[in-house]
């Protein structure tokens, strides 16, 4: 099964959900329980004000909570896994590699911080000024297009006429099934995943008739695919209650009761009476970017960048919104904007959980990880929590030190209080054991995922994938087909595919080629909600695509950064290309971490035997099955022939 990537401010990471209003506060984090080891970091380095007190009066400069104890933090539990390993784990030192599609994906901070780009293309429209003076905030217009006038733009709308008897004519019944089948209007939770999904559909299948003839038909399509599953999700103004409070700002955790698009809907009842409110705009521009992560819609990142600059216009340099900045930037992998704005945010207010958190993911996916290490500890000190344990636990991750990285997470999940936070660390614990090959691990952490949040596509897709690797393909592609259903990313698309091929059946190989075409049609979409999907696209097109694009694109994403993940994609199109003497020096890279992955060791093994290195790539092959045997059905397959042929060449 073909890897997730892992562009850690994406997929696998669930927002924090910011203050309603002003600078961020810093209360008392939830901590995993504490352990018999001393917390690190000076008094001047953990959480306080220059008088020695958090908020709410919380104890800082002594290292002491008003409890009387002293916080954990990660690094304490990483002490105390170097002295006791964990039961049942050995230490292994292969290169070890976590893929998924973006773990950007997930706790706060925007999923790791997802910051933003330029936008192409404007998608849909918010905070716009009606014409009696009140934010236009829900409304997306059609393709992006301003209502004329200013006023409250309804083009998306159907009119029904009414026949005899006051009932609606057949054909307009029927335009309006086939139109909220296609834009979701009208439809909520997975009525919208299902129109959303059929737009791509519609547009993958034009692009594939032939460039050209079909333009502007696909430009419709893409239009709609744009605008499906946002029209819907936040478009009833009349749902949700106002959230207006005292003073103009939106009560503090509006947005965390569970339910993301009542949250929406409530800020956006709100900011239509106090516009004014720069704290609000903030909280429904990152609302915006966890929608779109959870969603897979990233026609709501234009929405999200209009809101944070409206919050911006309205107050300069307020905290919230720079952190929010920070979070749509690493949504869309510009991670050197991610980290620009992480940096000024951190400079209004030194504690923003959001923004040392996007700070960590911005320094990752950039292949800083020495900086990565020390960004994770100092968030650590300062606000030890679920969104920071899980970070800093992948940066021990890449490193190979999996036990820690374990010890970590189950802290975590020990201490987490929300089902959200057990559903997220859970998952998080399910990849890394998937990852090391250990699949009735993976699928128990699944389930807890699962029983938290029985929605939780990142839980679903992990689930999938490990019950392909236990030999339960008939499980993983009915898991996959219910995620590619509700959110059609790439990583669940492609895998999807390749279980189709495997599995061979009647019309299954035309099955896989429509994944693959709805992996074009999603990046297409992601590009004009201002997302680079390069690394996608390499990762995509090497196996299923195009070989000169894939090189094109890892070239391009190579130049903008030089992590393990885009060293291997590099290395990998190098190879499709014959290009093998070249590629392994990327393939050497990607390993190089000690981050231990069963794909990075395929592709070097593989590019090993096609450059003459016999030796080497037994040893890489060997390695890869050795540590996960199921990390894919075509790679596992074409990693035993390798090996086959290398043993009957000796």
Not at 334 to 356: C, H, I, K, M, V
């Amino acid at each position: 099964m073909a890897p997730r990537t892992n562009d850690s401010a994406g997929e696998n990471g669930r927002a924090a959900v910011p203050p309603a209003s002003g600078h961020e506060e810093t209360p008392a984090p939830a901590r995993p329980p504490a352990v018999n080891a001393e917390p690190t970091g000076t008094p001047e380095e953990r959480p306080g004000r220059e008088d020695g007190t958090g908020p709410a009066g919380t104890r800082t400069r002594s290292g002491t909570t008003d409890a009387g104890r002293a916080p954990e933090t990660a690094g304490d539990t990483a002490a105390t896994a170097a002295r006791e390993p964990a039961p049942g784990t050995t230490h292994r030192t292969h290169a070890e590699h976590r893929t998924v599609t973006t773990r950007h994906a997930e706790p706060h901070g925007g999923q790791d911080a997802a910051p933003a780009t330029a936008d192409p293309r404007r998608g849909v429209t918010t905070g716009r000024e009606r014409a009696d003076g009140g934010p236009d905030v829900g409304h997306p217009t059609r393709a992006g297009v301003p209502a004329a006038g200013g006023g409250r733009d309804t083009s998306h709308r159907v009119t029904r006429e009414k026949g005899p008897g006051n009932g609606p004519r057949a054909e307009a019944g029927v335009a309006d099934r086939e139109r909220a089948a296609v834009t979701g209007e009208g439809l909520t939770g997975d009525g919208v995943a299902r129109g959303r999904v059929a737009a791509l559909r519609r547009f993958a299948a034009a692009a594939r008739r032939g460039p050209g003839v079909h333009a502007a038909s696909c430009a419709v399509l893409l239009a709609v695919a744009m605008t499906a599953g946002s029209v819907a999700v936040g478009g009833d103004r009349d749902a949700g209650r106002d959230a207006t409070a005292a003073g103009g700002t939106v009560p503090a955790g509006v947005l965390a009761g569970g339910d993301l698009g009542a949250g929406i809907r409530s800020l956006q009842a709100h900011l239509r009476t106090q516009p004014g409110d720069f704290g609000g705009w903030a909280t429904l521009g990152t609302a915006y970017v966890e929608q779109a992560r959870t969603q897979g819609d990233p026609s709501r990142y234009p929405q999200a960048e209009r809101a944070l600059e409206r919050s911006l216009a309205l107050e300069p340099d307020n905290e919230p919104a720079l952190a929010g900045q920070a979070a749509l930037a690493a949504a869309r992998h510009d991670f050197t904007g991610a980290l620009e704005y992480a940096g000024r945010a951190l400079e209004q207010n030194p504690y923003s959980e959001r923004a040392l958190c996007s700070r960590i993911d911005a320094l990752v996916e950039l292949g800083r990880y020495g900086e990565a290490a020390g960004a994770a500890s100092t968030a650590d000190r300062r606000r030890p929590g679920v969104p920071v344990f899980t970070r800093y636990a992948y940066v021990r991750e890449l490193r190979g030190d999996v036990r820690t990285a374990r010890e970590v997470l189950r802290r975590a999940l020990d201490g987490a209080a929300s089902p959200a936070d057990v559903a997220y660390v859970a998952t998080a614990l399910g990849q890394l054991a998937w990852n090391q090959g250990e699949y009735e691990t993976a699928l128990t952490h699944y389930a807890r995922a699962l029983a938290a949040d029985d929605g939780y596509l990142p839980a679903l897709e992990g689930r999938a994938r490990a019950q392909a690797a236990s030999g339960d393909h008939a499980g993983a592609v009915e898991t996959l087909e219910l995620v590619v259903t509700r959110s059609p990313l790439p990583g669940p698309l492609v895998a999807l595919g390749e279980l189709y091929e495997a599995r061979g059946a009647d019309g299954d190989r035309a099955k896989a080629r429509d994944q693959y075409a709805l992996v074009d049609a999603w990046t297409a979409l992601a590009r004009a909600g201002g997302v680079d999907v390069d690394l996608d696209t390499a990762l995509a097109a090497a196996d299923h695509g195009d070989a000169g694009e894939a090189l094109r694109a890892a070239r391009a994403e190579w130049d903008r950064r030089h992590s393990v993940h885009t060293a291997d994609a590099l290395a990998w199109a190098l190879h499709v290309n014959g290009r093998d003497e070249e590629a392994l020096r990327y393939a050497r890279r990607a390993t190089a971490t000690g981050y231990r992955n069963a794909v990075f060791l395929y592709h070097r093994g593989m590019i090993e035997k096609a450059a003459g290195h016999d030796r080497a790539a037994r040893g890489s092959l060997s390695a890869a099955l050795e540590l996960n045997p199921g990390f894919s059905p075509p790679g596992a397959r074409a990693a035993r022939a390798a090996l086959k042929d290398l043993e009957a060449a000796r």
